[in-house]
C-alpha cells in the first residue's frame, strides 16, 4: 500500500504531542537556575567550556541537530540571531543532543546526514553556519542537564546565569507565518534589564534521541534484516518500463554488477539511502548487469546486503541490447546511477561513483512535501 506524503510528519507531531501533554522523562531545567558547566567538542575542533563566554551579558543556548527538518530550516534564523546580537556582547552556541546511535535510519527522512560530529561539520560547511556548533551525542550531560524536549530548543541565561528563558525560538516554523519573536524579546528585555516578558514557551520540533533509545534502533535493524530479498528477470520491455517510472514515486534505479569492485563498494549506501526514504514516496529498482547464469552470485550478494528493494537481473546476455532499452545514453559502465520523478523525467544521472551526500540532497529538493521550505531547503546553500 503507498503511503501517504504526510506520513513521514506523524511521528514528529506524536512526538511533539509527548511533549506537550505529558511529563517529560527528562525534566526541563527550572527557573532561575544555574547554568551547567560543559566541556563540548565543537565543529571547529576545539573544546567548548561555559567559562570560555565568561565575558558575554547573555548565553544564549540552542539545541539543534542535522537529521530534524524543524531545526534544519531554523539554523539561518539561529544564524541571524547570532549576528544581530553578536555586536551587544550576546553569546549563541548551538549544542547537538542526539545520540547517533539512538537514531532509526527511516528518521533520517528529511536528512542527508545523521547527527555524529563529524556529520555536523559536513552540515556546517554545507550551510555556511558560524556559530559555535557543540557535539553532546557521546555523553549528553547538558542535555540530561538542561532537558530540551526537541530541536529546536533554545534556553537564555542572563549575566549572573541564571536561567531566565526557554523554549522556541519564534512561533512558527513557517517564517511567514512568524508573529512572535520570543526568544528575541527575551533577549531584549533582559538587555534592557528588564523582566523576561515569558518565561518559558512549549517548542515544536523533533524528540531528543536519548541513549535509552539504542534497543529500539537495533530491535529496527533486526526486522529490516529480516525482510525477504527476491530477484526479478528483467527483459528489455521491462527496462523501457522502468525507465517510464509507472510507480508514482520519486525513483532511484541502481545498475550494478558482481564483478564490479566500486559497485559492491557502495551497494550498502545504497540501499540505506532507500531505507532513509522509503517512508515517503521514495522506491529504489537495483539492476543486475550480470549474466542471467550468474544469478546464485547475485541472489548471495543481495541476501549479504539485505537489499529488501525490488531487484531485477539481466534476462539475456545481449548486455548492450538492455542497457539501450533503458536509455540509449547510457555508455555502458557499472555503476550507473538515474533518479527519476514520478513524471518520468530523469532529475540525477551519473556513471561511476556516487557522491552520496549529492544524491540524498538531490533526493530531499525533489521529494513532495506538504510544506515547500522542506525542500527549498536543499536547493539553496
Known amino acids: 500500500m503507498q503511503r501517504s506524503s504526510k506520513m513521514w510528519l506523524f511521528p514528529v507531531l506524536f512526538a511533539l504531542a509527548l511533549c506537550g501533554f505529558s511529563q517529560p522523562a527528562h ?23 561555559l567559562a570560555d563566554y565568561a565575558a558575554s551579558p547573555i548565553l544564549v543556548i540552542v539545541f539543534m541537530c542535522n537529521h530534524c527538518p524543524i531545526a534544519s530550516i531554523y539554523e539561518g534564523r539561529v544564524q541571524k540571531l547570532a549576528d544581530d546580537y553578536q555586536p551587544k ?38 550551510k555556511h553556519l558560524r556559530y559555535p556548533y557543540l557535539y553532546d551525542g557521546e555523553t549528553q550531560s547538558m542535555a540530561r542537564a538542561l532537558g530540551p524536549q526537541a530541536t529546536p530548543h ?4 542572563d549575566q549572573e546565569r541564571k536561567l531566565r528563558y526557554q523554549g522556541r ?3 512558527s516554523y513557517r517564517e511567514e507565518l512568524v508573529k512572535t519573536q520570543d526568544a528575541r524579546n527575551a533577549i531584549d528585555a533582559l538587555l534592557a534589564g528588564q523582566p523576561v516578558p515569558v518565561e518559558q ?24 534484516e529480516a525482510e525477504p530479498v527476491t530477484l526479478e528477470m528483467a527483459s528489455a520491455d521491462d527496462l523501457k518500463k522502468l525507465r517510464a517510472n509507472p510507480t508514482g514515486k520519486l525513483l532511484l ?8 569492485g566500486p559497485c559492491v563498494h557502495e551497494f550498502p549506501d545504497v540501499e540505506t539511502t532507500y531505507r532513509m526514504y ?42 548492450y541490447a538492455l542497457q539501450s532499452a533503458f536509455d540509449p545514453k547510457w555508455q555502458s559502465a557499472v555503476p550507473y ?42 536547493t539553496t546553500e
Request: proline share 4%; net charge negative; hydrophobic share 40%.
Open 278 to 319: 522509503r517512508v515517503r514516496d521514495f522506491d529504489l529498482v537495483t539492476v543486475s548487469t550480470n549474466m542471467p547464469d550468474e544469478k546464485t552470485g547475485v541472489v548471495k550478494m543481495l541476501e549479504k546486503q539485505h537489499a529488501s528493494s525490488r531487484n531485477l537481473l539481466f534476462a539475456s546476455d545481449d548486455t
Open 27 to 49: 525534566p526541563i531545567l527550572a527557573f532561575g537556575s544555574p547554568a551547567p558547566d560543559f566541556s563540548l567538542p565543537g565543529v571547529d575542533g576545539g573544546i567548548h567550556k
Open 337 to 378: 546511477t538515474v533518479l527519476i520523478a514520478p513524471n518520468g523525467n530523469i532529475v540525477y544521472r551519473h556513471q561511476g561513483d556516487i557522491d552520496f551526500l549529492e544524491l540524498r540532497r538531490t533526493i530531499l529538493a525533489n521529494l513532495h512535501a506538504d510544506y515547500i521550505g522542506f525542500q527549498n531547503y536543499w
Open 169 to 171: 525560538i519564534d512561533n
Open 89 to 126: 556582547g550576546v553569546a549563541v552556541v548551538a549544542i547537538q543532543p542526539n545520540d547517533p546511535e539512538a537514531i532509526r535510519v527511516d528518521e533520517l527522512d528529511s536528512a542527508d546526514t545523521s547527527d555524529s560530529l563529524d556529520e555536523m561539520k559536513i552540515r556546517v560547511e554545507y
Open 253 to 260: 534505479v541502481s545498475f550494478w554488477a558482481t564483478w564490479c
Open 201 to 224: 514557551t512549549g517548542v515544536f520540533g523533533c524528540s531528543t534521541k536519548w541513549k535509552e533509545k539504542q534497543a529500539s534502533r537495533i530491535a529496527d535493524q533486526k526486522k529490516i
Open 154 to 157: 533554545a534556553f537564555i541565561f
